[in-house]
């Protein structure tokens, strides 16, 4: 590293936006730091090789502006900055000795440098959880299962995190919900996620593991899943441009992974109302309601009065219920005018029907309605990514998948949780970051990238660097970034000490690179600008990017937390893709990525609203902050939830 002090020339550069105090900027393979001392208008500047992941940057410029303004403070009083601009300062020897102290401090935590995978507690104790877990769930086969030493044991309980999200105003319009804060709203609903999803999870997975404390490790509690809270959070810390931000040094993959005893590579799905748990319930209202419900007499009361015997349904019958169904649908979050267009098409199949002799208009409207919803959920074209991935793999090409969709829904954290999945799954990924706009948004990338590697070095996968980051910083062309990220991806001659060294040829294609020498990746996933809907620049940009490099996968990332807006939003980038395509058919939305669920308790609507507004298909379902949260939608789970009332 360097250090220029006061009088050395200042970045010329302009310095990127900020929102964080720390203030850095990367160029190439360079890292500067700087600070700013506005009293004697100083600057003071580090630069270092960005590949370093020093830890101890941050102290040392404090340090150094520390001693290096109290040195000279007289003279900067008296003379001011400007005056001392041809001075010459004796600070060598003082920063020789803060840069060696800064280091032995980085030194003395060495201590918490992080375990490899293997080193972890996980990979001593998975064998054990994998026999007790894979018995009971047969239903889906795990594609690979390279990685078993994963098992995870506990999880620590991390702050809540305070960043109010960008959908807070969904909820606040939840009338009855006011009271609370939206964080707290959003806590509540988280636990209440956790709460069911662990208890589903819990009878069939291995009791929670006590021994942690003889191991000499913090005991950690799983606090109802919120102890993941701040872990993939890195939306914030990494804004500050920092590559210290978060120190690889203070990354628990414990944390990272969340889930306990989860099997590798495997996209679970999503659980959310156990049929067991139902079941309960029903037990303990049986005793102390007798017969109230269906079956006794009040039960045959209240059945009478919906009869409508064999007599065929017409509109008026249908209507208060159907009226019902809509303000019950509106009530879960589904989108307004699809409520009522599903309510519609229920009421034109059911319309003239003759109904079962013991049937009530609102259970048969209901269940019309439920067939309605799972359908809509279970759409035509089922993505099977990791069967894509491995066809292109055949063709020597990288699958590529770009994610779009508004700001602050969990695009890159997600694309980060499918990287961790593909390679569990041992693929290898290309991260292309097109996001040029938002400050941080390269970092918080990298900071990704870097966790997942630290969680899946390459000794454990013969030497080969399963996910990298292709950045070229901020403001250039996100369309040129993707492409040159692609063809970065496909095929690369030689790679020494993770450098890139050059082409094999120009357009690098099959027969020159024999399959051995391919050091291309499997998957290539471009992240992209968030942007509103209603941008027209910037929503023909994101059209281009996606028609220029005709991306295998276009997955539209949407949270769950949104209602009437999911509509608005899907709507308008799909038409803005058809609109601005240059091909004759042009490559709309794929698929969907749906975030937040965790936070959503069981206002499931906006899996509705979105499916059918596209008819595509949600790909992943994200339910936390960990890497290992990302699950596949399972319709009758969704839809069972929000038809209960
Ligand atoms: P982007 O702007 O779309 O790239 O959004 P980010 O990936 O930066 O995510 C925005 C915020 O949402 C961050 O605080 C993430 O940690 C958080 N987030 C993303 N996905 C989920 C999820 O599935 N559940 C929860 N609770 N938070 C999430």
Redesign the pocket.
């Known amino acids: 590293g360097m250090v220029g002090a006061a009088g050395t020339p200042v970045l010329t550069a302009p310095l990127p936006q900020e929102r964080g105090g720390n203030n850095s900027f990367t160029h190439e393979a360079l890292t500067l730091k700087y600070k700013l001392d506005n009293q004697f208008e100083l600057v003071f500047v580090v630069g270092f090789q960005k590949i370093l992941t020093l830890t101890y940057v941050d102290k040392l410029i404090d340090d150094v502006h520390k001693e290096f303004r109290d040195k000279y403070r007289n003279e900067f009083q008296q003379k001011g900055a400007l005056g001392l601009l041809n001075g010459t300062f004796d600070f060598k020897d003082d920063f020789m000795r803060l840069l060696r102290d800064a280091e032995e401090s980085s030194k003395v935590r060495a201590p918490t440098v992080m375990k490899t995978f293997e080193q972890s507690l996980k990979s001593q104790k998975t064998v054990k959880c994998m026999i007790e877990t894979r018995g009971e769930k047969p239903k889906e086969k795990v594609k690979n299962k390279k990685n078993k030493g994963s098992k995870k044991d506990g999880t620590e309980a991390v702050a809540v995190?305070s960043?109010a999200?960008a959908a807070d105003k969904q909820l606040s319009a939840a009338g009855d919900k006011e009271e609370l804060t939206k964080d707290e709203i959003?806590q509540k609903n988280?636990e209440e996620f956790f709460r069911r999803h662990m208890k589903a999870g819990e009878k069939s997975r291995s009791p929670k593991p006590d021994a942690q404390k003889e191991k000499g490790k913090k005991p950690r509690v799983w606090d109802l899943g919120n102890s993941n809270?701040k872990v993939?959070?890195?939306?914030?810390s990494a804004t500050n441009g920092s590559a210290e931000a978060c120190p690889v040094e203070e990354f628990d993959p414990d944390m990272a992974l969340g889930d306990k005893n989860r099997e590798p590579g495997r996209l679970y799905d999503l659980e959310y109302e156990s049929e067991d748990e139902a079941e309960e319930e029903k037990v303990v209202q049986n005793p102390s309601k007798p017969s109230v419900k269906k079956g006794g007499l009040g039960g045959m009361f209240g059945m009478l009065k919906g009869l409508v015997g064999s007599k065929s349904l017409t509109r008026d019958d249908m209507d208060p219920v159907l009226e019902k169904m809509k303000d019950h649908l509106i009530a879960k979050n589904v989108a307004a005018e699809i409520a009522v267009q599903l309510c519609e098409s229920v009421a034109k199949k059911l319309e003239g029907k003759v109904m079962g002799t013991f049937t009530t208009v609102t259970s048969t409207v209901k269940q019309a309605l439920q067939e309605a919803l799972v359908q809509i959920l279970q759409p035509q074209r089922r993505v099977d990514v990791l069967r894509d991935v491995m066809d292109a793999q055949r063709n020597r090409r990288p699958y590529v998948v770009t994610f779009c969709?508004v700001?602050?829904?969990?695009?890159?954290?997600?694309l980060a949780k499918i990287s961790f999945w593909l390679i569990e799954n041992g693929f290898s990924v290309l991260i292309a970051a097109c996001?040029t706009f938002?400050a941080g948004?390269v970092e918080?990338l990298r900071t990704h990238t870097r966790r997942l590697n630290a969680l899946h070095p390459p000794e454990s996968h013969g030497g080969r660097t399963m996910v990298q980051l292709y950045e070229k910083g901020y403001g250039k062309d996100a369309a040129g970034i993707a492409m040159e990220a692609i063809s970065y991806g496909r095929c690369r001659a030689g790679v020494a000490g993770g450098v890139f060294l050059e082409w094999c040829c120009p357009s690098c294609c099959p027969p020159c690179c024999a399959p051995a020498r391919n050091q291309g990746f499997d998957v290539v996933l471009v992240?992209t600008a968030?942007r509103m809907q209603d941008n027209a620049p910037l929503m023909t940009a994101l059209a281009k990017l996606i028609a220029v490099n005709a991306p295998d996968l276009v997955l539209f990332?949407g949270e769950a937390l949104v209602g009437n807006e999911a509509v608005d939003q899907l709507v308008k980038f799909n038409k803005a893709l058809a609109d601005h395509s240059m091909a004759q058919t042009p490559r709309l939305i794929d698929g969907i990525v749906l975030?937040?669920?965790?936070?959503i308790d069981d206002k499931v609507g906006a899996a509705i609203s979105m499916t059918y507004i596209t008819s595509k298909p949600i790909v992943f379902v994200?339910?936390?902050?960990t890497y290992c949260?990302l699950r596949s939608l399972n319709a009758k789970a969704v839809v069972a939830a929000l038809m209960k009332a």
């Open positions: 995190p960043k999200s959003l988280r809270a993939l959070d890195y939306s914030n969709g700001n602050g829904v969990g695009k890159s954290t997600n996001d938002r948004a918080q992240d968030g990332v975030t937040k669920f965790d936070t994200g339910t936390g902050q949260d």
